[in-house]
């Protein structure tokens, strides 16, 4: 009755922790990743927070259980299949959570002008460089998805909506959000992360009592 006791407390106790431990990892992940356009961050600490938004706290999600399993020999130890999920939609958070930030950014600070494109890029996707009509030039450059088509050209006009601190990226107005593939990425990566978690503390303590 005792044991049965301890490993009920064990199998709670490792689910509150690895929970706990998953939505730190993609929450850190998707909230670096989305105030560095709308605070704005500077240019240096955006980039220390978007290393870890798309590198560390994913890798971490990973590594971190593996690490964990200090009574199996490191010969021995395997990593849940689960865990692959948190690492690679991790990834996806810092990216998409970028562009959603960027999103928030010009809805709250954005300037809607007429703009002329300086140059267009075709090279692997769509970059345009835009100036307002006035003369401004206005960074960063336009992307394919929000606006840089195939069919746009040098000298070609546009209105688009423009970050004026110069973080967020330019669009036409015509952005979708991601809001729903943003929570899906949120939820698959805390719910397999927690699974994968609890899966490799349950080897760490079988290797213990085998």
Wanted: hydrophobic content about 45%; glycine content about 12%; proline content about 5%.
């Amino acid at each position: 009755m005792a044991d049965v006791i301890s490993r009920d407390r064990a199998a709670r106790s490792d689910l509150v922790r690895w929970l706990a431990f998953s939505l730190l990892c993609a929450g850190g992940s998707l909230g670096l990743a989305w105030l560095g356009p709308v605070v704005p961050l500077p240019t240096v600490v955006r980039g220390v927070g978007g290393l870890f938004a798309i590198l560390i706290l994913p890798l971490a999600s990973l590594l971190v259980p593996v690490l964990l399993l200090r009574r199996v020999p490191r010969r021995k130890r395997k990593v849940a299949w689960q865990l692959i999920v948190p690492l690679i939609a991790g990834v996806a958070l810092g990216i998409f959570g970028a562009g959603a930030g960027g999103t928030a950014a010009l809805a709250d600070r954005g300037v809607s002008a007429d703009a002329v494109v300086v140059s267009a890029d075709y090279s692997s996707t769509n970059h345009c460089e835009l100036r307002t009509v006035d003369g401004q030039d206005i960074s960063p450059s336009l992307s394919e998805s929000d606006g840089c088509r195939d069919s746009t050209s040098k000298g070609d006009e546009l209105r688009v909506r423009y970050d004026p601190e110069g973080v967020a990226s330019p669009d036409d107005g015509r952005t979708g959000s991601n809001g729903v593939l943003l929570a899906t990425l949120f939820g698959a990566a805390v719910a397999m992360g927690t699974w994968g978690g609890v899966r490799q503390s349950r080897w760490d303590r079988a290797h213990d009592g085998a």
